[in-house]
């Protein structure tokens, strides 16, 4: 929280005739490393009399990223919420019917951001910029068996996690008008707190665990390559 205000700080405290607004929409491809939870399905494969195999396994998947700020000669500083989703799958079908267990995953991440150009031309900027924010994930565990064609079987769980993180980025932005520009990144997402994961709604206290009993943890860890545009006045 402290970090939090300090960059607020720093973002009213810049001269302000110098400057000027921004909004930002961006998209793009992250990866992620759900080793504990991709742990929990295999273990929840290999316990079932069924022994599904695995169909999908928290592959990359598309996020969206909008936010807005206020930019000055050589600094970027302001807001962004980011949406991710990945999930995981293991099921088994034969002439009889179907059995899959589904792992899905949605998280938002609100993030404070501050942006330092390092080298451009005229129609060309070159910047660094690092993000530092939370991560609010929900965790749906799905269970469904279909026999004949009715289902005969299904459950549902929830959890959420929390964490903060931080983004570093190495971003480029091309000017295709005077007030509008596009933009270019890639940066790797590092959380850095303890993401337990947690029973939904009220239980904080009863956290999915694996085999060995021990608390298993969402880590949206990873590369984040994005394509957008910026728009300033």
């Known amino acids: 929280m402290r970090i939090f205000c300090i960059l607020f700080l720093v973002l009213v405290s810049h001269p302000v005739f110098s400057q000027r607004f921004t909004v930002e929409l961006e998209t793009g491809l992250g ?8 742990e929990i399905m295999q273990q929840s494969a290999q316990q079932s009399i069924l022994k599904p195999h ?9 996020f ?12 970027h500083l302001g807001f962004s919420l980011g949406f991710y989703s990945t999930g995981a ?107 337990p994961v947690a029973e939904q709604p009220d239980s904080w206290f009863e956290y999915l665990k694996n085999a060995d009993r021990e608390y298993v943890e969402t880590s949206w860890n990873g590369f984040r390559v994005s394509l957008g545009v910026q728009y300033g006045f």
């Open 31 to 38: 990866t992620w490393s759900m080793s504990e939870l991709s």
């Open 89 to 195: 799958r293991s099921a088994i079908r034969d002439y009889s019917g179907s059995y899959h267990m589904d792992m899905l995953l949605r998280s938002s991440a609100p993030m404070l951001f501050e942006e330092i150009r390092i080298a451009g031309t005229k129609k060309v900027d070159v910047a660094l910029r690092l993000n530092l924010g939370m991560i609010f994930s929900s965790v749906s565990l799905i269970e469904n068996l279909t026999l004949s064609g009715e289902s005969v079987y299904h459950e549902q769980e929830e959890y959420v996690s929390l964490q903060s993180f931080l983004l570093p980025e190495l971003r480029c932005n091309y000017r295709l008008t005077d007030s509008m520009d596009a933009v270019m990144g890639i940066g790797y997402h590092l959380g850095f707190t303890p993401a």
């Open 54 to 62: 695995s169909v999908s396994d928290f592959p990359p998947t598309f």
């Open 64 to 75: 969206f990223r909008p936010g807005f700020g206020i930019k000055g000669q050589n600094h």
